[in-house]
């Protein structure tokens, strides 16, 4: 079926450890985001991708890495996990900018 | 800071009542979003509404922007058990370079709906 997943939907891990959040859309979107979504905080703009092996920072880019080498995957890495990234990770993504968003259903991660 | 300031931060009320929530910004937009979120779900689009329109309607919803009071609301009328949900505005602001496009999220408005 057509739409965006994440993987895997629950993640508990220990400080130091590197993961990887993965992030598939099967509509050939242009452009795909990372959020976070934290009490009190809203969602706020990890990284973004205009294109396949375009990526650019957004509001909270550190201690995460992207990359997209396809139009359809955008994995979020975190290097070295920290609790301070203990949160809920959102995927989404739009054929245009300034049109909606559409988002996957989230990765629930834990950093002990 | 958000751009975006939803209010109130909860809200409960009765199957049939009407439910408002309201979003204030702080900068010249292009146009703000209104999205829905299940709980443990992602967040579903509801309505965009660009600068230049004061309201919109999509069935049960109505949607006003007030540009110069930098103000939105997203009204649900006849409300029902299946609306409980947290609702979120999101501005794309009228800014170019590493703005262009990008939503910036309120903390959103969690609405219980009871049977």
């Known amino acids: 079926d057509a739409g965006i997943t994440q993987s895997p939907r629950y993640k508990i891990t220990e400080t130091g450890r590197q993961v990887t959040l993965m992030c598939h859309q099967t509509w050939s979107h242009s452009y795909m985001f990372w959020y976070r979504q934290d009490l009190g905080h809203g969602l706020r703009l990890i990284y973004y991708s205009a294109a396949a092996d375009i990526t650019d920072k957004g509001e909270v880019p550190d201690g995460y890495v992207v990359s997209r080498s396809k139009t359809e995957n955008f994995p979020l890495t975190l290097e070295s996990a920290t609790r301070s990234q203990t949160s809920v990770y959102f995927c989404?993504?739009?054929?245009?900018?300034?049109?909606?968003?559409?988002f996957g259903d989230g990765t629930r991660l834990s950093i002990l | 800071s958000q751009q975006g300031e939803e209010d109130p931060q909860a809200l409960s009320i009765q199957e049939g009542e009407n439910a408002t929530m309201n979003c204030s910004y702080k900068t010249s937009i292009n146009n703000l979003q209104w999205y829905r979120q299940n709980s443990g779900r992602g967040l579903v689009h509801l309505i965009l509404i660009r600068s230049n329109e004061r309201e919109k309607h999509s069935g049960r919803l109505r949607v006003t922007l007030d540009t110069s009071k930098k103000s939105s609301s997203l009204l649900i009328t006849a409300s029902r058990a299946a609306d409980t949900a947290s609702y979120f505005c999101?501005?794309?602001?009228?800014?170019?370079?590493?703005?262009?496009?990008?939503?910036?999220f309120g903390q959103g408005t969690i609405l219980t709906v009871h049977p």
């Open positions: 989404a993504s739009t054929g245009q900018l300034r049109q909606p968003q559409h």
């Open positions: 999101a501005t794309d602001l009228n800014a170019g370079g590493t703005s262009y496009g990008k939503l910036t």
